[in-house]
Protein backbone atom coordinates (compact mmCIF):
# COMPACT_ATOMS: atom_id res chain seq x y z
CA UNK A 1 0.00 0.00 0.00
CA UNK A 2 1.41 3.71 -0.98
CA UNK A 3 1.64 5.99 1.91
CA UNK A 4 1.03 9.98 2.52
CA UNK A 5 4.64 11.14 3.94
CA UNK A 6 4.67 14.64 5.60
CA UNK A 7 8.71 15.55 6.09
CA UNK A 8 8.48 19.05 8.00
CA UNK A 9 11.47 21.11 9.60
CA UNK A 10 12.16 24.43 10.27
CA UNK A 11 13.65 27.02 7.29
CA UNK A 12 16.82 25.92 5.95
CA UNK A 13 16.43 22.06 7.04
CA UNK A 14 16.79 20.83 3.63
CA UNK A 15 13.36 20.09 2.37
CA UNK A 16 13.62 21.60 -1.00
CA UNK A 17 16.92 19.95 -1.58
CA UNK A 18 15.44 16.42 -0.62
CA UNK A 19 12.66 16.64 -2.74
CA UNK A 20 14.88 17.87 -5.76
CA UNK A 21 17.24 14.31 -4.47
CA UNK A 22 14.20 12.22 -4.32
CA UNK A 23 12.74 13.39 -7.56
CA UNK A 24 16.23 12.61 -9.47
CA UNK A 25 16.10 9.32 -7.63
CA UNK A 26 12.68 8.29 -9.36
CA UNK A 27 13.62 9.98 -12.91
CA UNK A 28 17.13 7.47 -12.86
CA UNK A 29 14.73 4.28 -12.77
CA UNK A 30 12.94 5.84 -15.24
CA UNK A 31 9.49 6.12 -13.06
CA UNK A 32 7.11 9.10 -13.55
CA UNK A 33 7.54 11.44 -10.42
CA UNK A 34 4.86 13.96 -10.57
CA UNK A 35 6.17 17.73 -8.58
CA UNK A 36 3.65 20.07 -7.45
CA UNK A 37 3.50 23.08 -5.32
CA UNK A 38 0.90 25.98 -4.49
CA UNK A 39 0.22 28.72 -5.76
CA UNK A 40 0.70 30.30 -2.84
CA UNK A 41 4.14 29.37 -3.00
CA UNK A 42 5.47 32.83 -5.36
CA UNK A 43 9.49 33.29 -4.70
CA UNK A 44 9.99 30.91 -7.61
CA UNK A 45 8.20 28.83 -10.47
CA UNK A 46 10.63 25.85 -9.46
CA UNK A 47 11.35 23.87 -6.57
CA UNK A 48 14.23 25.96 -5.63
CA UNK A 49 16.47 24.71 -2.32
CA UNK A 50 18.71 27.80 -0.97
CA UNK A 51 22.18 25.53 -1.60
CA UNK A 52 21.52 26.32 -5.37
CA UNK A 53 19.78 22.66 -6.97
CA UNK A 54 16.15 23.24 -8.27
CA UNK A 55 13.83 21.23 -10.19
CA UNK A 56 10.73 22.44 -12.65
CA UNK A 57 7.25 22.31 -11.21
CA UNK A 58 4.80 20.14 -13.20
CA UNK A 59 1.66 21.27 -11.58
CA UNK A 60 0.86 24.28 -9.67
CA UNK A 61 -2.26 23.83 -7.13
CA UNK A 62 -4.31 26.69 -6.63
CA UNK A 63 -6.95 26.96 -3.63
CA UNK A 64 -9.86 25.30 -5.23
CA UNK A 65 -7.81 22.85 -7.65
CA UNK A 66 -8.82 19.14 -6.91
CA UNK A 67 -5.68 17.62 -7.13
CA UNK A 68 -6.39 14.30 -7.33
CA UNK A 69 -8.49 15.21 -10.12
CA UNK A 70 -5.28 16.54 -12.10
CA UNK A 71 -3.13 13.81 -11.20
CA UNK A 72 -4.96 11.15 -12.53
CA UNK A 73 -5.77 13.12 -15.46
CA UNK A 74 -1.97 14.12 -16.56
CA UNK A 75 -1.80 10.03 -16.91
CA UNK A 76 -0.83 9.91 -13.26
CA UNK A 77 3.08 9.28 -11.65
CA UNK A 78 5.06 6.83 -9.99
CA UNK A 79 5.04 8.91 -7.04
CA UNK A 80 3.77 12.66 -5.92
CA UNK A 81 6.16 14.98 -4.78
CA UNK A 82 4.97 18.12 -2.53
CA UNK A 83 6.79 21.59 -1.76
CA UNK A 84 5.79 23.85 0.83
CA UNK A 85 3.34 21.61 1.41
CA UNK A 86 1.99 24.35 4.47
CA UNK A 87 0.46 26.08 1.80
CA UNK A 88 -1.98 23.19 1.50
CA UNK A 89 -5.52 23.30 2.07
CA UNK A 90 -7.01 20.81 3.97
CA UNK A 91 -9.10 19.29 1.48
CA UNK A 92 -6.04 19.35 -1.34
CA UNK A 93 -4.25 17.65 1.60
CA UNK A 94 -7.20 14.87 1.93
CA UNK A 95 -6.62 14.51 -1.86
CA UNK A 96 -2.98 13.60 -1.81
CA UNK A 97 -4.45 11.14 1.32
CA UNK A 98 -6.58 9.58 -1.34
CA UNK A 99 -3.72 9.24 -4.02
CA UNK A 100 -1.90 7.77 -1.51
CA UNK A 101 -4.60 5.81 -0.55
CA UNK A 102 -6.98 4.51 -2.99
CA UNK A 103 -4.54 5.05 -6.45
CA UNK A 104 -1.60 3.63 -5.01
CA UNK A 105 0.83 6.21 -6.20
CA UNK A 106 3.63 7.59 -2.46
CA UNK A 107 2.59 11.02 -2.38
CA UNK A 108 5.71 12.96 -0.14
CA UNK A 109 4.85 16.43 1.23
CA UNK A 110 7.37 19.01 2.17
CA UNK A 111 6.81 21.85 4.68
CA UNK A 112 7.14 24.08 7.49
CA UNK A 113 5.19 22.67 10.21
CA UNK A 114 4.32 25.85 12.25
CA UNK A 115 4.89 29.83 10.85
CA UNK A 116 6.97 32.71 12.55
CA UNK A 117 4.22 32.72 15.76
CA UNK A 118 4.34 29.04 16.14
CA UNK A 119 1.01 28.92 14.97
CA UNK A 120 0.28 25.34 12.42
CA UNK A 121 -0.51 26.57 8.85
CA UNK A 122 -3.84 24.30 7.37
CA UNK A 123 -1.91 22.27 5.30
CA UNK A 124 0.40 21.08 7.81
CA UNK A 125 -2.19 20.37 11.00
CA UNK A 126 -3.90 18.65 8.63
CA UNK A 127 -1.17 16.56 7.28
CA UNK A 128 0.00 15.74 10.70
CA UNK A 129 -3.52 14.43 11.35
CA UNK A 130 -3.57 12.09 7.93
CA UNK A 131 0.02 11.35 7.17
CA UNK A 132 1.17 7.57 7.37
CA UNK A 133 4.73 8.74 8.13
CA UNK A 134 5.75 12.13 9.83
CA UNK A 135 9.52 12.98 9.60
CA UNK A 136 11.58 15.85 11.17
CA UNK A 137 14.35 17.28 8.94
CA UNK A 138 16.50 19.12 11.48
CA UNK A 139 18.80 22.08 10.98
CA UNK A 140 20.64 24.21 13.93
CA UNK A 141 19.60 27.48 15.55
CA UNK A 142 22.32 30.21 15.55
CA UNK A 143 23.80 29.27 19.50
CA UNK A 144 23.98 25.43 17.98
CA UNK A 145 21.02 23.94 18.94
CA UNK A 146 18.12 22.47 17.13
CA UNK A 147 16.23 24.56 15.65
CA UNK A 148 12.46 24.27 15.90
CA UNK A 149 10.94 27.60 15.14
CA UNK A 150 10.77 30.49 12.09
CA UNK A 151 11.26 33.83 13.48
CA UNK A 152 10.57 36.44 11.59
CA UNK A 153 12.22 39.52 11.41
CA UNK A 154 11.35 43.34 9.22
CA UNK A 155 14.21 45.75 8.44
CA UNK A 156 16.48 43.46 10.96
CA UNK A 157 14.09 43.42 14.13
CA UNK A 158 12.21 40.09 15.01
CA UNK A 159 8.36 40.62 15.18
CA UNK A 160 5.01 38.81 15.45
CA UNK A 161 3.13 41.28 13.21
CA UNK A 162 1.93 40.55 10.00
CA UNK A 163 0.22 37.99 7.97
CA UNK A 164 0.70 33.84 8.18
CA UNK A 165 2.12 34.61 4.44
CA UNK A 166 4.55 37.71 3.45
CA UNK A 167 3.93 37.86 0.18
CA UNK A 168 5.69 41.35 0.12
CA UNK A 169 8.04 43.95 1.64
CA UNK A 170 11.58 43.43 3.84
CA UNK A 171 10.32 40.07 5.42
CA UNK A 172 13.25 37.83 6.61
CA UNK A 173 13.38 34.52 8.85
CA UNK A 174 15.32 32.71 11.12
CA UNK A 175 15.35 29.32 12.28
CA UNK A 176 15.74 29.44 16.33
CA UNK A 177 15.70 26.76 19.15
CA UNK A 178 13.33 27.53 21.58
CA UNK A 179 15.44 29.42 23.94
CA UNK A 180 16.76 32.06 21.10
CA UNK A 181 12.63 32.19 19.90
CA UNK A 182 11.64 33.35 22.99
CA UNK A 183 14.20 36.08 23.92
CA UNK A 184 14.33 37.21 20.71
CA UNK A 185 11.10 37.36 19.75
CA UNK A 186 9.44 37.47 23.81
CA UNK A 187 6.52 35.55 23.48
CA UNK A 188 4.43 32.85 22.14
CA UNK A 189 2.18 33.60 19.56
Do not use: W
Request: proline share 3%; net charge negative; charged share 25%.
Amino acid sequence: MAKLYFRYGAMNSGKSTALVQVAHNYRERGQRVLVVKPALDTKSPEVLSRIGVAREVDLVLEDDLPVRDVVLDSGGADCVLVDEAQFLTAAQVEDLFRIAVLDGIPVIAYGLRSDFRTRGFPGSLRLMELAHSIEELKTICRCGRKATFNARTVDGDFTQDGSQVAIEGEVGYESMCGTCYLTKVGTLG
